[in-house]
């Protein structure tokens, strides 16, 4: 296995990226601690909903995403609330990546905020020269409210703790600029706890106690194997030889399950505005798997109450058409239904289809023969794609189609995936 001797992957993080967005489209935020809500009216005091992002300003005083909003304005009580624009993360991230191409080749898109770079050659006697060229285009181009932390080492691993180590460096927040040679390391290392490697949370912490490891020194004393061990996948010897700056590389990840979740705005928290949101929802979490060209085998309904929540599961025939989907959704509501009080009061929901295959290789269940059934309304499935695409919205549907009030339906802030402009149909 390669172990590098020069700066070989450099990892770009946004600093607050939905938040810095908002702050270069209104000028009147900037410079101002705001947070992202999903919806205009969570913005008031009193709602029952949450900060999803929030800005440089605002994490400077210790607030974080996914936050409550009391607890948010609590700890600043001059935070700016504003509600969510996908449509406009989107149109920024689109720019943003045309820009850093400019300067050098992205390797990995992460999510909407994270990409990772292949450093070439010629940059790397000098990494903070490409940082701070990428920052200028940045800042000319696009705007110069909207700011990133970039992080340079021998690997990806270690790039991305050196972007998260820079981000936070000498008491503010982001606009990072670090790099970790390799003939420095492991000494920016033990300077960080173990909870700055991606991936080590809480538990690991613990079991990681357990052992003995409570520092960055102890860990990279340990043996690859003992990690491999500690971990109980071979995730831990991978890391061992990240941490170590050796050029490993992580096998891709598969795709799971397709899915959508929204938080209701208070006027639509009852039992049927709620069913109609999960309607809508799984809909356009199937037209995304058959843009990959998945079917799926199980789907999932969960929502969540003021005090508890409460879900369902139900087994689908290898299927991708709206109608077997929401014909199985509408039973699982109303077994669901059974067990909710009468008046309940939901503060959001969540559905996803799961158990996939590739919709090529379908395996026909010899207890259900609905072949002919199911590929008739794959048809009729397709043919509603088509209408909608040629259009640019959804003209038509397979039952009711409501919006929640809102908007953005399917398109909402999302860390891990990068919405597509048909997601807001």
């Given at each position: 296995?390669?172990?590098?001797?020069?700066?070989?992957?450099?990892?770009?993080?946004?600093?607050?990226?939905?938040?810095?967005?908002?702050?270069?489209?209104?000028?009147?935020?900037?410079?101002?601690?705001?947070?992202?809500?999903?919806?205009?009216?969570?913005?008031?005091?009193?709602?029952?909903?949450?900060?999803?992002?929030?800005?440089?300003?605002?994490?400077?005083?210790?607030?974080?995403?996914?936050?409550?909003?009391?607890?948010?304005?609590?700890?600043?009580?001059?935070?700016?609330?504003?509600?969510?624009?996908?449509?406009?993360?989107?149109?920024?991230?689109?720019?943003?990546?045309?820009?850093?191409?400019?300067?050098?080749?992205?390797?990995?898109?992460?999510?909407?905020?994270?990409?990772?770079?292949?450093?070439?050659?010629?940059?790397?006697?000098?990494?903070?020269?490409?940082?701070?060229?990428?920052?200028?285009?940045?800042?000319?181009?696009?705007?110069?409210?909207?700011?990133?932390?970039?992080?340079?080492?021998?690997?990806?691993?270690?790039?991305?703790?050196?972007?998260?180590?820079?981000?936070?460096?000498?008491?503010?927040?982001?606009?990072?600029?670090?790099?970790?040679?390799?003939?420095?390391?492991?000494?920016?290392?033990?300077?960080?706890?173990?909870?700055?490697?991606?991936?080590?949370?809480?538990?690991?912490?613990?079991?990681?106690?357990?052992?003995?490891i409570r520092t960055m020194s102890d860990l990279l004393a340990m043996q690859s194997k003992h990690m491999r061990k500690l971990w109980r996948n071979v995730t831990g010897e991978r890391l061992w030889y990240a941490l170590h700056g050796y050029d490993i590389q992580t096998p891709p990840s598969s795709r799971g399950m397709f899915g959508h979740g929204r938080v209701l705005p208070p006027e639509a928290r009852t039992f049927n505005a709620a069913k109609a949101a999960s309607r809508l929802l799984i809909v356009k979490a199937a037209r995304r798997m058959r843009r990959e060209k998945w079917n799926a085998g199980r789907l999932w309904l969960s929502v969540q109450m003021a005090e508890k929540s409460a879900g369902r599961s139900g087994w689908l025939p290898d299927a991708h058409d709206d109608q077997i989907i929401l014909s199985t959704l509408e039973s699982l509501w109303a077994d669901l239904k059974a067990s909710l009080p009468r008046c309940v009061w939901i503060i959001s929901v969540h559905v996803m289809l799961g158990e996939i295959s590739p919709a090529n290789a379908r395996q026909l269940d010899l207890l259900l023969n609905d072949d002919k059934i199911r590929r008739r309304w794959e048809v009729i499935t397709v043919a509603i794609d088509k209408l909608n695409a040629k259009y640019g919205r959804t003209l038509v549907s397979i039952g009711p189609w409501t919006p929640p009030p809102g908007g953005y339906a399917g398109s909402k802030i999302s860390y891990t995936r990068i919405p597509r402009m048909e997601d807001a149909w």
């Open positions: 296995m390669r172990r590098p001797t020069e700066i070989e992957r450099m990892y770009l993080d946004f600093d607050g990226f939905f938040a810095s967005v908002m702050q270069q489209k209104y000028p009147e935020l900037r410079g101002k601690p705001i947070g992202v809500v999903p919806f205009a009216a969570a913005a008031h005091p009193n709602a029952h909903s949450c900060v999803i992002a929030c800005s440089r300003e605002a994490k400077v005083l210790g607030l974080k995403n996914v936050m409550a909003i009391g607890e948010a304005k609590a700890a600043c009580p001059d935070l700016i609330l504003v509600p969510q624009e996908p449509d406009l993360y989107r149109l920024a991230h689109n720019n943003l990546l045309s820009e850093i191409e400019a300067v050098v080749p992205i390797d990995a898109i992460k999510s909407i905020d994270e990409l990772t770079c292949r450093v070439t050659p010629e940059h790397r006697s000098d990494p903070k020269a490409l940082g701070r060229n990428i920052k200028a285009r940045i800042a000319k181009y696009v705007g110069p409210y909207i700011t990133c932390s970039i992080g340079f080492a021998a690997n990806r691993q270690l790039a991305k703790m050196a972007c998260k180590a820079g981000k936070r460096d000498e008491g503010r927040y982001g606009d990072g600029n670090c790099v970790w040679h390799p003939n420095d390391m492991p000494g920016p290392l033990l300077k960080l706890p173990l909870s700055d490697i991606p991936g080590v949370g809480t538990r690991m912490e613990m079991r990681l106690a357990l052992a003995g």
